[in-house]
């Protein structure tokens, strides 16, 4: 559930560059942690952990294993989700 969690971090901040990008201008283009990055780490982390939890049913299912164990074991597939843990620091490079 770490795993989730720093992921979860990674894809609110990049929303937030996002969110951000429209008021950015030539000059002035610096990242702010405004209060709508908690609102979104708390929904990206309720809609990754329903989905590694919906991922590990599915597998559960397929190979019979439990689900905490096949949960586990496609952690690694989350993983490429890190990326967004970067956006912020992109913005030095404007």
């Given amino acids: 559930m770490a795993v989730l ?5 990674g894809i609110s901040l990049f929303l937030s560059v996002a969110i951000q990008t429209a008021r950015y201008s030539i000059l002035r283009h610096d990242f702010r942690v405004e209060w709508y990055v908690f609102v ?3 929904a990206a982390f309720a809609i990754l952990c329903a989905a590694w939890r ?3 049913r599915r597998e559960a299912g397929r190979s019979g294993a439990g689900m905490d164990q096949a949960a586990r074991r496609r952690t690694a597939s989350w993983l490429p989700l890190a ?3 970067i956006s912020p620091f992109l913005l030095l490079f404007y």
């Fill in 5 to 9: 969690l720093v992921l979860a971090l």
């Fill in 40 to 42: 979104l780490w708390a």
């Fill in 54 to 56: 919906t991922e590990g």
């Fill in 83 to 85: 990326a967004f843990l």
